[in-house]
C-alpha cells in the first residue's frame, strides 16, 4: 500500500485538519495562512477549496441558528424590531452598490464577496431568501473572495518565499483595499 506521508509534516490527516481549523478562524486571516500550509503539507488545490467549502457549510450551520434566534427576538423588542429594519435598509442599500436593482442573487453573492458571508446571508434574509438559497448566495460570494485571496497569496509567496511576510501584504491588502476602494468610490461619486 502506498503511504501519502510527506516526511516532516506528520500524518495527512492531520494536514487537513490543521488547514481546516485555519479555514474555521471567522476572521480572513484564515485563508492566506491556510493557503500557505496547505501549499507547505503538500495538500492539493481541489482539496483545500473542499475544506474551504466545508468550513463555510459550517459556519452556515452555526450562524443560521443563531440568526434565526436574534430575528425572531427583534420581532418582540421594538427597540430591536427598529434596528432590524434599520438594518434591512442598510442590507438593500449594500445590494444596490452592486446591482441596480434590489437584493437580487448577484448582488447578494457581492455582498457576500464584498463584506462577508454572514452578511451575505444577512441581506439574503432580509431580501426573503431561505436557508438554502440564501446560505447558496452567500458561499458562492465567499467562494469567489477564497479563490482572489488564495491566487493572491500563492502569487505573492512564489516572489518573496517567506510566508510571514506574504501573509502581512494579503492582510494589509484585506484591509486596505476595501477602504481605498470605499474612498474612490465617494470621490467618483461627489465629482459626478
Known sequence: MLSTHIPGFGHP??????????????VGGGI???VLLAQAKGVAW????ALYLVSDIVL?????????LLAWVAGKVPVLA???????SVSSRSAAH??????????LVMVA????PMTGRAAALAAG?????????AIAGDMLYFAVIAVTTLRLNSYFRDPNITMLIVLGAMFLVPILVRRFRTAKTVSD
Open 46 to 49: 481541489p482539496l483545500t477549496a
Open 113 to 116: 464577496f464584498g463584506v462577508d
Open 98 to 107: 452592486f446591482s441596480g436593482t434590489g437584493a437580487g442573487p448577484l448582488a
Open 60 to 68: 452556515a450551520l452555526v450562524f443560521e441558528p443563531v440568526l434565526r
Open 82 to 88: 427598529r434596528f432590524g429594519a434599520a438594518m434591512k
Open 13 to 26: 490527516e492531520s494536514a487537513t485538519l490543521s488547514v481546516m481549523k485555519l479555514f474555521l478562524i471567522p
Open 129 to 137: 431568501h431561505g436557508f438554502v438559497a440564501g446560505w447558496a448566495f
Open 32 to 34: 492566506p495562512a491556510g
